[in-house]
């Protein structure tokens, strides 16, 4: 934390590292929807929410797999970039219209990293109404480290932090949750509880095998 109250994260080590994709919380989310059809399981279980948002960039289920079963968010973190780009003519893996779903993807891993796991939440909800920076060295989209400047073509070019604005966002979301459960209902359904993560098929991976 800085002398002004606000509150800045990035490496995982580093005392407020649990905010960090990269943390190892663990969490269960649904299959999206363009996958429901044909996997089997209800549910799918990821290490990191640096897993589920870095596969969600993926159009095909196998490479959704891969992504989300990386053994390091780090290694899913460099996949999914692999899916960004747009001269490897080989890799046509891209979502279609991943720049317009990116934030809502991030937005339901964070809720489920969060209302999940006790321990993280307890900590997020401690953190009262500080400013929280996502201080990236180099990402003024989801970063906020005052430093850098932003490509787009807003005006002012400052960066965007919008990590740091949707754990803010899901810190209110389970501040209300506190106060008036069944309004919340929709957004975090059952109740938390820890995931376990579920064993793993060396044969078929985990969820079973790919259609
Ligand atoms: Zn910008």
Not at 29 to 44: G, H, K, N, Q, S
Request: charged fraction near 25%; charge should be neutral.
């Amino acid at each position: 934390m800085t002398d002004n109250g606000d509150i800045r994260f990035y490496i995982v080590e580093e005392e407020y590292g649990w905010l960090s994709n990269f943390w190892r919380a663990g969490q269960r989310m649904p299959w999206p929807e363009r996958f429901a059809r044909v996997v089997l399981t209800d549910d799918l279980y990821v290490k990191t929410n640096e897993h589920w948002y870095q596969a969600n960039k993926a159009d095909d289920l196998s490479t959704f797999c891969w992504i989300a079963k990386a053994p390091h968010p780090y290694l899913a973190m460099q996949a999914g970039r692999v899916c960004l780009k747009p001269n490897q003519s080989t890799l046509r893996c891209l979502r279609p219209g991943w720049e317009q779903v990116k934030v809502d993807v991030m937005l339901a891993g964070l809720r489920a990293k969060f209302s999940q796991n006790p321990d993280i939440k307890a900590k997020l909800l401690a953190t009262g109404e500080a400013t929280i920076h996502e201080d990236s060295p180099s990402d003024a989209f989801w970063g906020g480290r005052s430093s850098l400047v932003c490509g787009c073509s807003r005006p002012n070019h400052a960066p965007h932090n919008t990590l740091g604005k949707l754990l803010m966002q899901v810190r209110e979301e389970l501040r209300m949750q506190q106060m008036r459960p069944s309004v919340w209902d929709d957004i975090f359904g059952e109740p938390p509880s820890k995931p376990s993560e579920p064993t793993y098929d060396y044969a078929n991976g985990y969820g079973g095998a790919d259609p």
